[in-house]
């Protein structure tokens, strides 16, 4: 099974910071997911990436195979910003199955 | 509307009463799955369907069971649920693999079993 361990567990920010969240992970993957948990629950997906930069809106995922890291970074962060972020990777032997980090809660002040 | 959905959103049961949560998508995907998510524990996925008449155990299968008669639906069942199955449920989808294409979330299913 594929370790995925997530840094900070939780993140207080004021409106207008840079926020950066990491993941790492034990085994080598094709491609790591972000996804955003927002305080009602629901779940939406952010970024899928295999290699490099993606970015949408103010929100840049980064992903370095080699170190077996990700990042996640929100420029200018927003109070809508709050959320809990969460990192998972497929598991070593399947691609059929995900393993999920803890998440990060991310609380912006305003 | 590209959609998961589950129903129902809220349950509170009692030990060993058998229940079903259902989950349905309708973007025509090969791919479902169910997550329960606990304080602490982040997500694990309990099951997961590659295809109709294909389901596949995934971290804790245990007390669970599922379906995939259609390709629209991947139904939860807990046959004689246990307080320790209180947890919030996702049911999940995409395209193909789970590796390689974006996850699509179900709304939750909070369930409390007493």
């Known amino acids: 099974k594929n370790e995925v361990e997530q840094s900070p567990q939780n993140l207080t920010a004021q409106e207008g910071e840079f926020i950066t969240i990491n993941c790492s992970y034990s085994?080598?993957?094709?491609?790591l997911h972000w996804l955003q948990q927002h305080p009602g629950g629901g779940i939406v997906s952010l970024f899928m990436l295999s290699s490099g930069k993606k970015k949408h809106g103010r929100l840049i995922a980064t992903i370095n195979i080699q170190e077996k890291h990700s990042s996640l970074h929100i420029t200018a962060s927003h109070p809508r910003d709050s959320a809990v972020y969460i990192c998972a990777v497929p598991s070593e032997t399947s691609g059929s199955r995900l393993t999920f980090g803890e998440g990060t809660q991310l609380t912006v002040n305003p | 509307e590209a959609q998961v959905t589950q129903n129902p959103r809220y349950l509170i049961t009692v030990t060993g009463k058998k229940l079903t949560v259902t989950c349905s998508q309708n973007m025509n995907h090969e791919y479902m799955s169910w997550y329960r998510q606990d304080p602490g524990l982040g997500l694990r996925q309990i099951y997961y369907s590659m295809n109709v008449e294909v389901t596949d155990k995934g971290d804790v299968p245990e007390g669970y069971k599922v379906s995939r008669k259609e390709k629209r639906n991947f139904p939860l069942i807990l046959e004689s649920p246990s307080p320790n199955q209180t947890s919030l449920y996702f049911c999940a989808s995409s395209l193909w693999l789970a590796d390689t294409d974006t996850q699509y979330f179900g709304p939750g299913t909070r369930l409390t079993v007493l």
């Open positions: 085994v080598g993957i094709s491609a």
